[in-house]
């Protein structure tokens, strides 16, 4: 069982360059000095003092709105072609496998070389794809199996991509920054996610669909000239010397099976995400829970309101920040998203449905941030790569399962009962995972 304070591996880097400056001494957990007024309840900014990390996190606003216009441009593309909704979902479903062997592989990678030269090759992977992507489109191809390809492609160099680049993180900042820096990216991120598709949505009928692909291409040339720039990020010294194989991947699952506060913030994602996320029933309440809105109105307020509110959490975000029992902070963000979800599938005003599915998205932004800290505090250097191979695994694949879930139980009892029954039961769930499994509960840094 892990000791309620953990010695915190040291940030410095040989290149001489790091979240701490090398040489240095960790600033206080307060940052230097009691922020007053209303800089406490505003975004905490502390890490972007690390110039590492602030390289990192600019390359990160760039790629997030890129990322989004390539993510519409597919799906947009594919129907084109084919006028059928099943080719799309059929693509969605050619991304994930090379996304979960890739993570899985990427983790145990990230874990076995220089982190920085990693991100290097991937992100370069992403942009010569997001290039390609470009060239079938401008010379009018039309082939689904050439966008299904290349689609796999693209999420193959994510998934060695995400573990390396989560995994940086506790290496360019002190421990007591990392919900910080976690707020920061995920903050970005989802912001990224609501103005990406806002802006491919304007720009198809200005600029044509396949400028979407060369804008995300170009955008990541800016992302591999920021890595670029950070320090190298090799195995910390007196890390056994390792190739990243099955072996690897294998003792990767073991240390989680091994480290009990590990497994349980993977399992608090998987309860909020697989109970709880009812987004495959939103156009079916769209069409008739809240008809009488307007349909098209009432989808996109659907699909907007947890991004958005995931948004404020992170512009809000020194109002929890500091704290420092993680593991409560993960619990009570998941049942307050199960309160949500089910007062949202309780909710026959299209309004407060949209309120409570932003409270949601607030207490889901929380969970990010405190599970990602969890998981770069809690593992070993020579471990989080893989700890991070997992956690893009099981952020990817929660909420297709929960689309499974949600749609059979949508169909079997009616939307709004299969909502709100979920978000009872992420409550009940998660609390009895607590009460059963201490180590969440006692986990503090």
Known sequence: MYRACRKRVDTSESSGESGTEAGAKAPAPDGGRQQRGWRRWAMDTRPLRRPAYRRLWSSTIVTAVGSQLTAVAVPKQIYDITGSSAWVGAASLAGLLPLVVFALWGGAVADTMDRRKLLLITNTGIAVTSLLFWVQAVTGMESVAALMLLLALQQAFWGLNAPARNASIARLVPEHELPAANALGSTVMQTGQVVGPLLAGA????????????????????????????????????????????????????????????????????????????????????????????????????????????VAGGLFSGTFSRARRHGWMVIGAVVVWGAAITGFGLSGNLWLAVAFLAVAGVADMVSMVFRGAILLSAATDEMRGRMQGVFTVVVAGGPRLADVLHGGAGSAFGAREAVAGGGLLVVAVMLALAVAMPALRRYRV
Request: with cysteine; hydrophobic share 60%; net charge neutral.
């Open 203 to 310: 720009l198809i009928p200005l600029i044509g669909l396949p400028e979407l692909y060369l804008i995300d291409a170009l955008a990541l040339c800016v992302t591999v000239w920021a890595v670029y720039r950070l320090p190298a990020l090799p195995p910390l010294a007196g890390t056994a010397v390792r190739r990243a194989g099955v072996r690897e991947v294998v003792a990767g699952f073991r240390y989680i099976a091994g480290h009990k506060v590990l497994l349980l913030s993977f399992l608090a994602d998987i309860v909020a995400m697989v109970l709880g996320m009812p987004r495959a029933l939103f156009p079916q309440l769209a069409a008739e829970t809240y008809a009488s809105y307007g349909e098209g109105l009432a989808l996109g307020l659907l699909f907007a309101a947890i991004p958005i509110g995931a």
